[in-house]
Structures are given as C-alpha cells and as structure tokens.
C-alpha cells in the first residue's frame, strides 16, 4: 500500500504519495479554496492526482493551528479559517471512502525526522519549526505520545530566564512573554528591525550575518540566547536525544554552532548530550509526516 499525505495551507495545498519504504512517488500542489465545500473537493483532487489509481487505506493531513484529533476536528487555524468548527476530517473521509487522520503541521514535522529524516538514529525527537510562528512536538521510539491534551506546546509557555530588558511582546496565543514571541522568525524580523530602524530581507541578513555586521550579530546573539533558554528547558525536562530544527530560521547555519555553546549554561548538567540539527527533508516534512501518520 502506498502512503497518502497533504499539506494544508493557507495559500496551497500540497500533496505526497510515498512507497511503503519512504521513496517519493508523485508529489503536487494547488491553491488552497476559500470556502470549505471547495477545500473538501480540492483535497479530494489531489489525493486522486496523486495516487494515481493505486490502493491507499488512509490519508494523512497536517495543517497549522490548534487540532482536536478525537474529533477530527481544527480548532483554531491561523491560515486557513475556512476550516473552524467544521467536521474535517469525517467529511474528507466520506468524500474519499478512506479513514483520514490529521494532526498539527510541527506533529507531522517531528514524526517525519523521526521515522526517515535527521532523527532516524534517535530514540527521543524534539521536532521545532521556527517560521511565522513556532512549533513543537515529541517523538519517542517513532510515535506521537497522545497525552489527555494532546498539548506539546512548547511555544508557548513564558520564556525562561527573562533579563530585565527582555520586553515581552503579545503572542498570538493573546498572552504575553511566550516563547514563540521571542524566538519565531517573525520576532527575529521585528527585533532586528528595531535594532536597525528598518526592516530587512532574509538575503540582507544572510549578508549581515557572513560580514559579521555587529548590529545584526547583536541581534542574533540575543536570539540564540533565548533559543538556547528555551531548549534548556525542554532538554532538562524531556531529555531528548537530538532537537531537530524546521522552519525558514532553521536555515540560518550560525544556530548549530552557537546555541550547543550557550546550552550548558542554562541546564543542571554542564556537559548536554543532545544534539541540535537541522531538518532533512525541509519544507516537505510536515507533507511527509503526513503521509506517515
Ligand atoms: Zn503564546
């Protein structure tokens, strides 16, 4: 049986068909509808585009956003505000005459490195995806842990070891001082416009950064700090084996040097085992997580 998984976004859908083994067999994408009859017919389409008429028995969603699995249902989804309240995955199943499972875009990320990716040689994955906002989620032995919450929000709770000049910003949860306030790549842009009185392009701070511009070098020491506090906690409490990063800051190579060096100085145990790596398969890891669930 092939594996069937779609990425569900804001402006596409994209969807994946992989052999039993993990290898890429047809990979498509489209624009995601408005209203939710046409995402329901849209995401039928692709998975028929996809398959290309061979045998499936489930399809894998991930989308972003706040999901009940039990119910199939998304509670909350920043992009895609068509889907709210309604009964998902049930109606995509019913169109497609298959058992669909959905889970959140950072979930479907972390199994995805877990089973074939950066974590396929550990035991225990954190997966985090810095991008517009921030994700999280634990694997352990290639599975999803399901607890009562389904929680794993590692985004948002208060950041740890606030300085005094650490101003906490309005997370998109509407708390103030969450993680993801600090550390997703829409706070990396704010703080370094406000550092530099105008925004900047990630080419510009790839530049900044290769010319060792000492504003945004300033900008990015504090960054990594915060990214460092944060996966302090996470390593001191979960214990991971690898911390595998995701998202359009993920590509931002100084990470892997700089925050090991800052780690020890936040857990209880100097010498931290856990490694922080880079995703394998990049933008299609939530897609293929999909397809994995
Ligand atoms: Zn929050």
Known sequence: ???????????????????PDGAELAHHRIATPQNYPDIIKACVDLVRHVNKGAAFNRVGICTPGVIDQEKGMVMFS???????????????????????????????FALSESIDGAGAA???????????????????????????????????????WAEPDDVPGRCGCGKMGCVESYCSGTALHR???????????????????AKNDPAIMQVMERFMLHLAKSFAMLITILDPDVIVLGGGVSNLELLYHRIPELLGLYTPFPNVKTKIIKAKHGDDSGLRGAAHL
């Open 122 to 160: 550990a035991r225990i994955v954190y997966g985090v995806v810095l991008g517009t906002g921030v994700g999280g989620a634990l694997v352990v032995d290639k599975k999803m842990p399901s607890g009562p919450n389904r929680a794993n929000e590692w985004g948002h709770v208060p950041l740890p």
């Open 78 to 108: 920043p992009n895609v505000p068509g889907l709210k309240d309604q009964h998902f995955a049930h109606d995509l199943s019913a169109a497609l005459s298959a058992p669909v499972h959905l889970a959140n875009d950072a979930a479907c």
């Open 191 to 209: 703080q370094l416009a406000q550092k530099l009185g105008r925004t900047i392009t990630n080419d510009e701070l790839l530049t900044g950064i």
């Open 1 to 19: 049986m092939i594996k069937i998984g779609l990425d569900l976004g804001g402006t596409k859908i994209a969807g994946i068909a992989l052999s």
